[in-house]
């Protein structure tokens, strides 16, 4: 079985299986009840403080609530996509929030993935605005790869929605999560070393993001000036 094939029904089982899990222990688990609507009132404020404080009021789970936080964001868009990264930074330190942010990441990516692979261009267009749509299509069918670890590494493009739009347009899997996984190390490297400081890290986020712009501008410069030689 290729790989794409196998990320698109593991990842899709792997889904349905957690969402029954957990949608299980939260009716038959009270303290799971109990923490789940406590961190869901910490993001609904968005106060970077008390959302620190639940998590690390979780232990060793911390860890597991907020990759599943990076994962369900894709389909819950309350917070910003690299909030969960801050709290990893605030509550475990740079080291740790770089592999727990690439590991949150990597999941929620090939789970994007596998969800537009498994559906027809024509229903993508659905869920994505058509403007939008057509103009992630152009760049992925045109410079996937590095489309993908643009979009990756620049916090304020869409990322949920270039994981499916990959997966919808039959790009190799091992192809687009390699593309992920060099774009997001960078920003989350960045959202580590400034994540003490919110002016700082905004700043940063923008320096990250507008590099990420201008070094594929300039790939896409040159790409364009070697195809009109070619003819």
Do not use: C
């Not at 404080?53 to 894709?74: D, S």
């Not at 058509?130 to 590494?153: D, I, M, Q």
Request: charged share 15%; aromatic share 16%; proline share 3%.
């Amino acid at each position: 079985m290729k790989a794409s094939n196998i990320a698109k029904y593991s990842s899709l089982f792997f889904t349905i299986g957690l969402l029954l899990i957990l949608t299980i222990l939260y009716f038959v688990l009270p303290e799971f009840q109990s923490s789940v609507k406590e961190l869901w009132d910490a993001l609904l404020t968005g106060e970077q403080e008390r959302i620190s404080e639940v998590v690390k009021g979780f232990g060793a789970w911390g860890v597991v609530a907020l990759i599943l936080l990076m994962v369900f964001q894709m389909f819950l868009v309350i917070f910003p996509s690299w909030l969960p990264m801050i709290i990893a930074a605030l509550v475990y330190g740079f080291f740790p929030s770089i592999l727990i942010s690439s590991a949150g990441v990597f999941l929620a990516s090939t789970i994007g993935y596998s969800i537009g692979h498994g559906i027809s261009e024509s229903a993508l267009e659905r869920f994505i605005k058509e403007k939008t749509f057509k103009k992630l299509k152009f760049w992925v069918s045109n410079y996937g790869f590095w489309s993908v670890v643009l979009f990756r590494v620049s916090p304020f493009l869409s990322n949920d929605a270039i994981s499916i739009l990959a997966g919808g347009l039959q790009m190799r899997y091992l192809k687009f999560i390699t593309a992920t996984m060099l774009g997001i190390i960078p920003l989350a490297t960045g959202v580590a070393y400034f994540a003490h400081d919110i002016d700082q890290l905004k700043s940063g986020l923008y320096w990250i993001g507008g590099a990420g712009i201008l070094i594929y501008a300039a790939f896409v410069y040159i790409d364009y000036r070697k195809r009109k030689k070619k003819g």
